[in-house]
């Protein structure tokens, strides 16, 4: 199934998204995480890439929650080190594994490089990846990634938005988020991308917050603002990570109502791998649309 119709379909698109585990312990593990998920009935689960492990890790995995666990699947695939032969040989792989959705990423550059180099014969943005999907007839339901507090090598959010339309243009039908805590964010982007003739489904990105050293770290990388309440809040439960995850829970109740009644889409969850904090929160946030 094409994930874009999902959308048509007048009720909020909830997706999770995990990780390749490094062992087959751990993929296991998250096996059954996505069975206990699945109760919740997502409307699809994505896969990421992650930079050290081959793209062959996350075509697999997607093709396991899809076949076999039977859940609706979307594979990330970026582009950050490798050429369009490459390219071509792995999306061919995705296609072949009945894999019917993706979500192409620039991605990051390699720790050990400062700025992002254009790989040889390869792309300097995921707007070129998603042209090179759309030339070679993939066929693939294409996503992309946007950026509400601007992605960290932007030189202002109106480029940002801008190179974001050609993004769309290109192809990407949906657009999910980066992770944020203050929803104004994403409802001032929502509408300055509007205003740039952007109309495809903008599904917010959320992080439950489970450890607060951890998500201080995420955040500070991805460039998100933790809003001064909720980093008080954080403050003084530093050390204990049931109370955090409490605390996270609460908060990404309140922002995934706003969200909602405020016209978003859909919610895609950035699980960690983890099911307690998103099975809490999606769990609410369905006991409020059956008790409306
Ligand atoms: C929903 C989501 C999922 C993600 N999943 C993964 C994952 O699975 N694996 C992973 O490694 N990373 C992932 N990332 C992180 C992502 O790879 C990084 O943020 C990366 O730095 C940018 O990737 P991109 O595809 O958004 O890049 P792009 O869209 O190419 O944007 C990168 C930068 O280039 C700028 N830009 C774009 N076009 C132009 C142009 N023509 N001229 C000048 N500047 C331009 C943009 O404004 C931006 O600053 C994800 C991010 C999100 C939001």
């Not at 507090?149 to 192809?171: M, N, Y």
């Amino acid at each position: 199934m094409r994930i874009r119709d999902l959308f048509d379909r007048g009720q909020p698109v909830f997706s999770f998204e995990f990780f390749p585990p490094k062992t087959d312990v751990g993929e296991q593990k998250l096996l059954e995480t996505v069975h206990r998920l699945k109760e919740l009935e997502p409307s699809y689960v994505s896969v990421t890439k992650t930079g050290a492990k081959p793209a062959e890790k996350t075509v697999e995995l997607t093709a396991r929650l899809k076949h076999e666990v039977g859940i609706e699947a979307m594979s990330h695939m970026t582009c950050a080190t490798a050429g369009r032969e490459e390219m071509g040989r792995i999306f061919s792989l995705i296609r072949d594994a009945g894999i019917e959705n993706v979500l192409p990423l620039r991605g990051d550059p390699p720790q050990d490089q400062p700025h992002f180099v254009r790989p040889p014969d390869g792309f300097r943005y995921a707007t070129e990846l998603i042209q090179f999907i759309r030339e070679r007839d993939f066929g693939f339901c294409l996503a992309g990634a946007a950026y509400p507090e601007k992605h960290p090598e932007a030189a202002s959010d109106e480029e940002d938005r801008q190179h974001l339309k050609e993004k769309v243009d290109a192809g990407s039908e949906f657009l999910i988020t980066q992770m944020f805590y203050s929803n104004e964010h994403y409802f001032r982007f929502v509408a300055s991308t509007r205003a740039l003739g952007i109309d495809v489904p903008i599904v917010p990105g959320i992080m439950p917050i489970t450890n607060v050293a951890q998500i201080e770290r995420i955040a500070a990388m991805s460039g998100a603002l933790i809003p001064q309440a909720l980093q008080n809040d954080l403050n003084g439960v530093r050390n204990d990570n049931d109370a955090a995850e409490a605390i996270g829970v609460e908060f990404a109740v309140r922002q995934c109502r706003e969200l909602l009644d405020g016209g978003a889409p859909g919610l895609h969850f950035y699980t960690l791998n983890k099911s307690p904090a998103t099975s809490a929160i999606l769990r609410q946030l369905r006991a409020d649309r059956d008790a409306s």
